[in-house]
């Protein structure tokens, strides 16, 4: 009786490994589902350690943090925070990235929106997109907003109107986002230059065409799509629901 649950535990275990061996095979030991096998070639890849320029995020909360990598665009980090419910976290994920602006651009000539229409590495094909870029080292929010307009388009805004800055992913970092609205855009006697990696159609919609863009998923990215939806919110109700708002006693916090 031993000896044939000996051979019945061997039999077994032989055939686990026979399926094990015939999955590894035909999917990749390194595969994940849904995903491509694994490029050999990125164990070529150095761990990046370059200077982040900005300043790092710490609150009364953070307890500790170890920089994981860090890039002249992106610094990864792992936390450990209180909770205000006093739980200690000690893997909370932050990323930092550098500040940047996107930008609503209207066209003063034509009464249209100029869009551009591209793909970009984390998007599956090209999407619209707003106008925009990163922060240089001494940098405001304005600065870049109107060096990048014109990089861009060779563009400068008769208005360049401020729309307010925004933490990208509130509880992982993610950076800040700066919007604005060109108003009244025309081409510049300037000199245009950009470095952008990507190729951009550029497309000029009415403002019927953007709104029917903005509510078909067709802007490829949450900021630009929360950039150009704020620019027509602007446009449409400064002047009725602006004024209103010191009398709102909205945001007790900011007193």
């Known amino acids: 009786e031993l000896g044939a649950f000996l051979f ?14 015939f999955i590894l095979e035909n999917t990749g030991a390194n595969s994940i589902p849904n995903n491509p096998p694994f490029n050999e070639n990125l164990r070529s890849i150095a761990i990046p350690m370059a200077q982040f320029p900005e300043p790092a995020w710490r609150t009364a909360s953070t307890l500790a943090v170890r920089t994981v ?18 739980a200690i976290i ?7 990235e550098r500040s940047h602006v996107n ?19 984390g998007l599956e094909r090209p999407y ?5 870029g990163l922060f240089e080292i001494g940098d405001t929010p304005m600065g870049c907003a109107k060096r990048e307009l014109l990089e861009e ?25 700066h919007t604005f609205y060109a108003q009244n855009s025309i081409p510049s006697k300037l000199k245009k230059f950009s470095d952008d990696y990507e190729k951009q159609e550029h497309r000029k919609l009415t403002k019927e065409e953007l709104l029917a863009v903005l509510l078909s998923g067709e802007v490829g990215e949450a900021q630009w799509l929360a950039t150009l939806a704020l620019g027509l919110l602007y446009e449409d109700y400064a002047t009725t629901i602006l004024p209103k708002v010191p009398s ?3 945001f007790p916090s900011k007193k």
């Open 69 to 86: 990598t860090s890039t002249p665009f992106a610094r990864f980090e792992i936390h450990k925070v209180k909770t205000e419910s006093g």
């Open 8 to 21: 019945g535990v061997i039999f077994s275990a032989l055939v686990a490994l026979a399926y094990l061996r």
């Open 128 to 132: 619209y997109a707003a106008i925009g």
């Open 248 to 250: 709102m006693n909205l």
């Open 153 to 177: 388009t060779g563009l400068e805004a008769e208005k360049m109107i401020y729309l307010g800055k925004y933490r990208v992913q509130v509880n992982r970092g993610g950076g800040i986002l």
């Open 103 to 121: 930008i609503l651009v209207h066209l003063k000539a034509e009464n249209r929106y100029l869009l551009f229409y591209q793909k970009k590495y």
């Open 90 to 96: 000690n893997d909370w994920l932050w990323t930092d």
